[in-house]
């Protein structure tokens, strides 16, 4: 287990932790946690990136706390991390099922945005085929559907990236 590194001023009160005590605390868990999120997500690089994330939060959130907290705290943001990794897959699997209709990906293209394939609404000069016309109405009937099941916040998270080109953050 991790020992909680307090620091008392006065009697009842815990002072807040150190750039070295954080440090210390950082590295100590760092190989326990990039196990755990291993043994969660079996892939390194991601399970790097998790530990990563875990602990830049804990640096630019959490900082403020009490040495004696941060063992708790850190674990919570790591489980955090790992449980948005298995949404995001888990939104993202969805979506590429539903997009691969759109397009066949050219292996060379790594910016590949199947949303990108629908053209934009012409101004009704140029003719599609029926077929062409009939597919795309429901590619885009099926988005729309699947976008009005979503909670609000995740339906406009997901229009304000896709649609509005916001970042993630």
Known sequence: GIAPIIR?????????????????????????????????????????????????????????????????????????????HFRRSKVRSAWTVLLSALGARDDKDDDFDPLEAIPAKSDGNDKAEPSEQLEQRQVMAAIEESLARLPARQREAFLLRYWEEFDVA
């Open 8 to 84: 008392r001023t006065s009697p009842g009160t815990c002072a807040l932790a150190t750039r070295q005590e954080i440090s210390a605390f950082l590295a100590d868990v760092e190989r326990r946690a990039f196990k755990h999120a291993m043994f969660a997500v079996c892939d390194e690089d991601t399970a790097l990136d998790i530990v990563q994330e875990a602990m830049l939060r804990l640096t630019e959130k959490y900082a403020d706390r009490p040495a004696g907290e941060l063992p708790l705290v850190f674990q919570r943001i790591l489980q955090n991390a790992i449980h948005d």
